[in-house]
């Protein structure tokens, strides 16, 4: 199976700090990969797909960017908004996979 | 619009079954791979199952081969999971979801299996 290391697991910013946040793959998944946020008590909400596109209506300050094995979603300019948890995931294979979730917290 | 709604979970015994459904409407599921995501309480996202287009192909995760069962119904324009043998360890959201470019999902059903 494909394994993605999402990291950091968590980080606590302000509003208005530009936000990084990174997924390997341990192989190459081409640009097969999709950026999640999840609110408590929701499902999914799909940010970013094929690795650089912006799903519709969601706001231009998220940004996903790479390709192989190495991406980045990138929040410029963090709203209150957002703080959530972020997933990466692999549609590269039938079988899913996803990263462990990255915890956006205030600081 | 493009939507999917699970229904079907609820409280069960161990050992007991459940089959979940996800209904598809704006689309037709007979045209993609459609998968199943679970939610453990204060977990993380896990892929559970999946089936092609055409339902010739299945795949499943470790934790829950020979006890889950994903099939389709297309003229129902519906997804299924049938869970036997639940565990504890079972015991999540279970989310829909449409495969290929731009992923949709549906807002899950909560299964618990505790007795």
């Known amino acids: ?107 | 619009e493009v939507q999917l709604v699970e229904s079907g979970g609820g409280r069960v015994q161990p050992g007991g079954s459940l089959r979940l459904s996800c209904e598809a409407s704006g689309f037709t599921v007979s045209s993609h791979w459609m998968h199943w995501v679970r939610q453990a309480p204060g977990k993380g996202l896990v892929w559970v199952s999946g089936i092609n287009s055409d339902g010739r192909t299945t795949n499943y995760a470790d934790s829950v081969k020979g006890r889950f069962t994903i099939s389709r119904d297309n003229a129902k324009n519906t997804v299924y999971l049938q869970m036997n043998h639940l565990r504890g360890e079972d015991t999540a959201v279970y989310y829909c979801a449409r495969g290929g470019l731009g992923p949709v999902w549906g807002q899950g059903t909560l299964v618990a299996v505790s007795s």
């Open chain 1, 1 to 107: 199976d494909i394994q993605l290391t999402q990291s950091p697991s968590s980080l606590s910013a302000s509003v208005g700090d530009r936000v990084t946040i990174t997924c390997r793959a341990s192989q190459s998944i081409t640009d097969y990969l999709n950026w999640y946020q999840q609110k408590p008590g929701k499902a999914p909400k799909l940010l970013i797909y094929g690795a650089s596109s912006l799903d519709s209506g969601v706001p231009r300050r998220f940004s996903g960017s790479g390709s192989g094995t190495d991406f980045t979603l990138t929040i410029s300019g963090l709203q209150p908004d957002d703080f959530a948890t972020y997933y990466c995931q692999q549609s590269y294979s039938t079988t899913w996979t996803f990263g462990h979730g990255t915890k956006v917290e205030i600081k």
